[in-house]
């Protein structure tokens, strides 16, 4: 029997499960659709989804990079409490991730999801992840993984308070030795520090430059001392203060935060570094992952819970 979007969509519902692992579902039962479910709660993915419900907003970003440092993974596996984040055992299953995605082909979440786990080939990764729910008892998410690879340099990597904040940063140099991979961490610090936005200036989209002048032109107008002055006074007085914001949004252009004098910027630690030691080094990007941003978290309104076991 052909397996169609609708019976996959209609199973999904059902039970929660990946559209890839209804789809295998109905595949291997030939449709059956109540035989389907039966697949999937004896893989462990229907029992695992009823813990789905649940806020995933802990967890850790974990990060590993190869011996020679040409390349480096970066993943966020993120679990309901901080408490399951700190375990080793969820721990040592994000390395297995961290392992997994090193050697993956995979272009998104769904693929790698969907591809056979390593440890276990017998499984595919989604279904590894959802043993690892019935075990550790919680809800847990691979929610992205990233690959970083430089030939013609390395990667640095930091990773800051316990998994809370990763950094990779890719370096294009044709000297590599401790001096310059010191820089290189340094710089991936300055990044988790100050949560830069963009590598440098050349990143920032002309449309946010623009949005940016016409707030800016907008609180101008809206001050009746500034409103006053000639327009290119005004001009100036934009052009300086979207100068202001670029330092702050992009990598390079940030003051270094080990700068003696306060006011060194990023591009020009850089550059020292590379003149001591005779090379030529290009930050060319970064990662920066905060674990859990963007994932809206569950605020308990305890007096609400309590006037609803009341009757009030």
């Known amino acids: 029997m052909a397996v169609t979007a609708a019976m996959v969509k209609e199973l999904r519902e059902m039970t929660g499960a990946g559209m890839m692992d209804c789809k295998k579902a109905l595949s291997a039962t030939d449709g059956d659709m109540d035989k389907a479910v039966e697949f999937l709660r004896e893989k462990g993915l229907a029992t695992a989804q009823k813990k789905a419900g649940r806020i995933a907003a802990e967890g850790i970003v974990m990060l590993k990079v190869t011996d020679d440092c040409k390349k480096a993974v970066a993943v966020e596996v993120n679990a309901e409490t ?52 019935s075990v550790i008892g919680e809800n847990m998410k691979i929610r ?44 991936a610090m300055q990044a988790a520090a100050l949560k830069p936005l963009y590598t440098n200036r050349s990143e920032v989209p002309a449309d946010y430059i623009e949005h940016e002048k016409e707030i800016l032109l907008a609180q101008i107008k809206n001050d009746p001392k500034e409103s006053q002055k000639p327009e290119k006074v005004i001009e100036g007085m934009i052009t300086g203060r979207i100068n202001k914001e670029l330092k702050e949004i992009c990598l390079m252009d ?47 309104d305890f007096a609400a819970e309590v006037a609803k076991q009341a009757g009030m």
């Not at 390395?95 to 050697?103: N, R, Y």
């Not at 990667?155 to 000297?175: R, S």
């Open 82 to 133: 901080d408490f399951v984040a700190k375990n080793e055992k969820f721990q040592s299953y994000v390395a297995q991730v961290c392992d997994q995605a090193m050697d993956t082909s995979a272009s998104d979440i769904d693929a790698f999801l969907a591809e056979p786990w390593k440890f276990d080939t017998t499984k595919t990764v989604n279904e590894a992840l959802a043993g690892q729910i």
């Open 144 to 187: 992205r993984f990233a690959q970083v690879e430089d030939a013609n340099g390395f990667v640095a990597a930091y990773t800051h308070m316990g998994g809370k904040i990763g950094v990779l940063v890719d370096v294009e140099t044709d000297v590599v030795n401790d001096a310059i991979k010191e820089m290189g961490k340094n710089v």
């Open 254 to 300: 940030q003051v270094y935060v080990k700068a003696e004098d306060g006011k060194q910027p990023v591009s020009k630690y850089v550059e020292q570094v590379a003149k001591e030691n005779g090379a030529k080094i290009t930050i060319k990007s970064f990662l920066r992952w905060e674990t859990g941003e963007g994932i809206e978290k569950r605020q308990d």
